[in-house]
Structure formats: C-alpha cells, structure tokens
C-alpha cells in the first residue's frame, strides 16, 4: 500500500559529555523516518553505528535514494533484502512496525507475539571518570536496581572504578562494559577483580574481529557481545566466545532482526541483552518490545538527552515503562 515518507535528522544533544573507551559524546544525532497512510503514522528514529561509521548523513541519503521504492510500499521481509543491517534500516523498520500497528489497531508487541508487556528493570548506566566521582554519579541514581559502567581498558583505574562502586552500592546488580578496551595481556588482572566485586557481567572485553583474544581465558564472569556481534549473521559465526548477546537495534537493523536475533540466541544457550545508542523514547519503545525477550535490559538512552519527546518512557523504581501511546496504535507523530 502506498505511503508518504518524510526524512530528516535531529541533532539531539546530550545533557552532559558522556565517556566511554576511546570516545567522549556530546550529542547522539539521529535520523527520523516518519511514514503516513492517512490517518496512520509509522515512526522510526536511528542514531546508527559510530565505530562503522554508519552516521546520519549517510542514513538520510540512502533512505532518500529508496524514496521512490518505499513510498511504494514494501513489508519488513522485503526491507531485509533492500538494506544492509545498521542504522537506515532500523529507522525504516520501527517505522513498519507502528504503521501496521496503527491499521491494525494492535499494539506492537502483540503483531511481535506477546500475550502481554511488563516494566523491566533496566541498568542505569555511568560513564567512565575519577573513581569517586563514579561512584557518587552511582549511588544518585536512588531508585536503581541494576547498574552499568564503562571502563576504558585502563586496568589500575577500571579496577578502582569497579571497587569504589561496589563500595556504595552494595545490593545493585552491577554490570561493566569495557566497550573494546582489553586485549589477552590486560584482561586477566581485571577478572579476579570482577569476581570479588560481584560483578554479574562483562560485556565487550576485546577489539571487534579480535576475538581469538578470548581464547584460553576463563570466563570467571559472563561475557557479552556488543560491537562483536551486530547482527544475525555474525550471531551465528561468532556466538562461541560469549555468554549473553547485547542486541541494539542500531546494530541489527530494526526490530525485525532483532526479534529473530533473540529466538536464535536462545537456541544456542546464550542468555539475551537488549541496549541502545542513547536517542530518546522513539528509540527506547521498540527496544522495550525486544526487552520482553531479554535477560537483561540496558534502555536508560533517554536520561541522558537534554530533551526527551512526548509522551514519553517512564523510570520507576528502577524499571522502565512504555505505552502504546509512545510508539503504537495510540502515537501521534
């Protein structure tokens, strides 16, 4: 069925700079894809992949370079087919899915076959700094569950950033995500640390496409893939070396692929984690579909952005809630 597509891209800044190993952002610009069918609306907003440099600009291009076949009209199996997995196609493909949730009248995670969807807790993520300052930013997130950090493959300071939090958080479920920063001859003095700070996961220890870095060291925590794995392809080559797979829409290309992702990981015997690039509620609500399947949960992006949309996503007592009227049948753009 034909449709109307508008396309722009929104700077969306940050609150404040955001450190992670080897990069310090300042703003998480996306690109928005708005489809209509009269009174329906199908939206989508991608941030894309920095380290593939799949930004933007270029996902504003190669969507207006399919304006003509979209505007046409096409489903979400032919869209698999017309775009690589990464940014333009996530965008695109959110964008499907509240468009036939709005026809249909039915919610998005029922079309993704949930009898229901429950607030999730979600990890309330702290950017790399001076270990105090770490641990302060932890524990003034009052109502969190579950935390993050980023570490930058510094050891000696990864290893005073993970004590210092522990120390005041106690009770949190904590996870740190070294976001590429180690390799073979630095990672085995940070796992003793890990173990004895109860540090419940370890995601992206290594450079992508060094992976046979992990090999011969004792998963002492359970590893996660991130920028390792990006889509379902790469679940399926490169799934041996880890214990739970970080999904991010970005990544995969939409919530279609992402969906197919989890079922496919559980085959396997991998646990399943849902993240984000940051971006606001548009971004948040389809990755809360996705987090319905996942044993862990990393949807905070919308806290860090200087304005969020409405309506938008809730934080309660450490979970996250989404409704229908964010991204679904009851959205209006």
Known sequence: MPVELELHNEPLPLSAPFRIAGHVFEAMPATIVTLRDGDHIGRGEAAGVYYNDDHPGQMLATLERLRPRIEAGLDRETLRTLLPAGGARNALDCALWELESQRSGQPVWKLAGLESVAPLVTTFTVGADDPDVMAER?????QARALKLKLTGEASLDIARVRAVRARCPDAWIGVDANQGYAADTLPSLLPVL????????EQPCVRGEEQQLDGIARAVPFAADESILDLAELEARHARFDVINIKLDKCGGLTEGLMMARRARELGKQVMV???????????????????????DLDGPIFMARDRTPSVRYEDGRIHCGDEVWGPKARA
């Open 138 to 142: 932890a524990a003034s997130y009052r």
């Open 195 to 202: 173990v004895e700070a109860r540090i419940s996961l370890l």
């Open 275 to 297: 993240g984000n690039m940051a971006g606001t509620s548009l971004a948040a609500a389809p990755a809360f579909v996705l987090g319905q399947y996942c044993d862990v949960v």
